[in-house]
C-alpha cells in the first residue's frame, strides 16, 4: 500500500512518523530571524504607510472580534501564493522588497507565516508580537461590523 512502512506503520515524507521536531522549536527558530513589532510600533508605521499590514485571521475571528482599518486581508492557506513576486496569483502589492507585517490572533502562527514570507525573499517580513488580541487590549483602532438585524443596519422594511 503506498505511503506505509513495514506492518502497517504510517511513514510521512522521508521519516517515520514521530521523528520531527517540536513546534515549539520550529516556533523558535522562526521568531529568531525576525524583528518582531510589538502593536502599537506596528500601529505607528501602518499609519504612516511604513509597512502592509496582513491580517490572516479566518473570516469568523474578523466578525467576531473586528478588523484593523488599513489592514489587507490574506487567508493564511493561500498567503505565500499571494505575496510571492513570482507566483501567477501574486496580489499587485507583492514584491521582495515589500515592508509587511503579519497579523494572527495570538501571535503564533504569524511568526511561522513571515518566517514563510521570508524564505520566498521578503527580507523585510515580520508579524505583531501578541496578534490582534495584544492590538486589542493596547487600545488600537479596530473597526467592528454591525449586525444586519442592527438599527445602524439601516431601515427594516416596515
Do not use: K
Not at 30 to 57: C, F, N, W, Y
Request: net charge positive; with cysteine; aromatic share 4%.
Amino acid at each position: 500500500m503506498a505511503g506505509r512502512g513495514r506492518a502497517g506503520h504510517g511513514v510521512v515524507g522521508h521519516g517515520v512518523v514521530g521523528h520531527g521536531r517540536a513546534i515549539d522549536e520550529i516556533l523558535a527558530d522562526a521568531r529568531a530571524g525576525l524583528d518582531r513589532l510589538d502593536p502599537r510600533t506596528a500601529a505607528a508605521l501602518l499609519a504612516e504607510g511604513r509597512i502592509v499590514l496582513v491580517d490572516t485571521r479566518p473570516q469568523h475571528q474578523r466578525d467576531s472580534g473586528g478588523e484593523v482599518p488599513g489592514a489587507v486581508v490574506i487567508d493564511r492557506n493561500v498567503l505565500e501564493w499571494r505575496l510571492d513576486p513570482r507566483a501567477p496569483s501574486r496580489l499587485p502589492i507583492a514584491r521582495f522588497d515589500l515592508p509587511v507585517a503579519v497579523l494572527c490572533a495570538q501571535g503564533y502562527s504569524s511568526s511561522l507565516a513571515a518566517a514563510s514570507l521570508r524564505a520566498l525573499g521578503l527580507a523585510r517580513a515580520t508579524d505583531v508580537i501578541g496578534g490582534f488580541e495584544a492590538w486589542l487590549a493596547a487600545g488600537l483602532p479596530v473597526r467592528r461590523r454591525q449586525p444586519a438585524n442592527s438599527p445602524a443596519a439601516g431601515p427594516s422594511g416596515s
